[in-house]
């Protein structure tokens, strides 16, 4: 059964419990929560992005082919072709052979040295980004990833959390009667223990070093929504969990 935005709602205010629901430091608001869902589903898609099929015929002349309605320039690549389709072994191109071109009207898929023939097909396998929607039916997450999703934007809502108290913190009287610095130490501690699960999960490591993505590609989102890099992959973060200089 899929699950939706409110789905992972659910899952951060029950993630967070004893530490305190997503109303402190000025709360989060839906629209907001649910920009970090976006970005949970995007950096999870450089793990385990969503596969597609491009089929495409050929006319014996042609060999620039539009790309998909649904490509993402930021993220998008193709996994490999195939042409023509339907051979028991299949038929797939060296990647070599397949590249981008800036057409006078638009970029194009030019296969550099293959021709369709009238009457074949030409398949393109290319990658989009997954997405968690209002409609559990739009959400192109894997069931089973649901809780890595929920963990990973547990991990950008404690951040967040964290940085409004230490907004704060810089402000309030010396002896800081209201314990806003423990607050942010336990945010904070939220952050890394659902960093660490959420790697777990999707089977990466949990240090937030190298991510060979599904991509073929490193592909990590170097600016989240709220305008920084994700938590562990830049160097405050390193400093953070006592692995940089």
């Known amino acids: 059964m899929a699950f939706s935005l409110q789905d992972v ?4 205010k029950a993630n967070f419990g004893s530490h305190g629901s997503p109303d402190r430091a000025g709360g989060i608001e839906d629209p907001d929560m649910d920009r970090l869902i976006g970005d949970a589903a995007k950096f999870y898609s450089t793990v385990n992005p969503d596969r597609k099929n491009h089929d495409q015929s050929g006319d014996g002349t042609k060999f620039d082919f539009p790309l998909p309605s649904d490509w993402d320039e ?7 072709t ?11 191109l060296n990647p070599n052979e397949v590249v981008l071109y800036n057409d006078t009207n638009a970029e194009v898929i030019r296969l550099l040295t293959t021709t369709p023939a009238t009457g074949t097909t030409v398949r393109f396998v290319y990658t989009v980004p997954r997405i968690v929607d209002e409609e559990s039916s739009n959400t192109t997450v894997p069931d089973s990833h649901k809780e890595a999703i929920g963990h990973l934007t547990t991990h950008y809502v404690a951040l967040r959390l964290a940085a409004e108290m230490a907004k704060a913190v810089r402000s309030a009287i010396q002896d800081d009667p209201l314990g806003l610095r423990a607050a942010v130490g336990e945010y904070m501690q939220v952050a890394r223990r659902h960093w660490e699960l959420f790697a777990d999960e999707v ?3 949990p240090d937030g070093s190298k991510i060979a993505s599904a991509n073929g590609e490193v ?3 170097n600016r989240m929504s709220w305008g920084h890099a994700p938590f562990t992959h830049d160097d405050a973060s390193s400093r953070i969990f006592r692995r940089g200089t």
């Open 9 to 12: 709602r659910d899952l951060v």
């Open 74 to 80: 930021s993220f998008s690549v193709i996994l490999r």
């Open 82 to 92: 195939e042409s023509p389709t339907g051979n028991r072994s299949p038929s797939f």
């Open 203 to 205: 089977g990466i490591p």
């Open 219 to 221: 592909v990590i989102p």
